[in-house]
């Protein structure tokens, strides 16, 4: 059974954010972008930016943009997509080729690319990952973006405090 994710406290920002959604499969990835966003307007974020792309293979090239955009940055990147594991290893490549792009780009700019591109084998698990509000990953994400901004703020910026509400 999946559990619901342990979430920290919630957390304040005042930056802006940024989501990349797949709208291939958008009976699921549409719930977690809302979920995701909710989070990120909770916390203050300025503007919650959202780029849709054609499938989970473009959500590394829209993140690339947007992380190394000089005009409006963007403090944190969530990517969202759905990957339907078949009989064929297409949505392993898809994935692995995603994990390693995403993982590139955070560490080449800085800017963290929080991924939620997930494989699914049943619509239970699509069901529950993607849309149950109480395992919806789109919150999680959010809340990953958040606690890995402020991390880093706190790194790059000694005796920074976390921002409270």
């Not at 403090?75 to 490549?93: D, F, K, M, P, Y």
Request: glycine share 6%; hydrophobic share 40%.
């Amino acid at each position: 059974m999946l559990k619901a994710p342990t979430l920290k406290d919630p957390l304040r920002t005042d930056g802006r954010f940024a989501i990349v959604c797949s709208r291939y499969n958008s009976e699921y990835t549409e719930p977690m972008l809302e979920a995701a966003r909710s989070v990120l307007e909770a916390a203050g974020a300025s503007i919650v930016e959202v780029v849709r792309v054609p499938g989970a293979f473009e959500i590394p090239m829209a993140a690339a943009a947007l992380a190394r955009r000089k005009r409006s940055p963007v403090r944190g990147i969530v990517c969202l997509g759905v990957l339907w594991q078949g009989e064929t290893s297409h949505a392993e490549q898809i994935g692995s080729a995603v994990t390693r792009a995403l993982m590139e780009i955070s560490l080449s700019t800085g800017i963290p690319c929080i991924h939620e591109v997930l494989t699914i084998q049943t619509k239970k698990q699509a069901q529950q990952r993607c849309i149950d509000p109480r395992t919806n990953r789109g919150i999680e994400a959010a809340h990953a973006a958040l606690e890995i901004v402020e991390a880093l703020a706190s790194i790059q910026l000694p005796g920074s405090r976390r921002q409270t509400g």
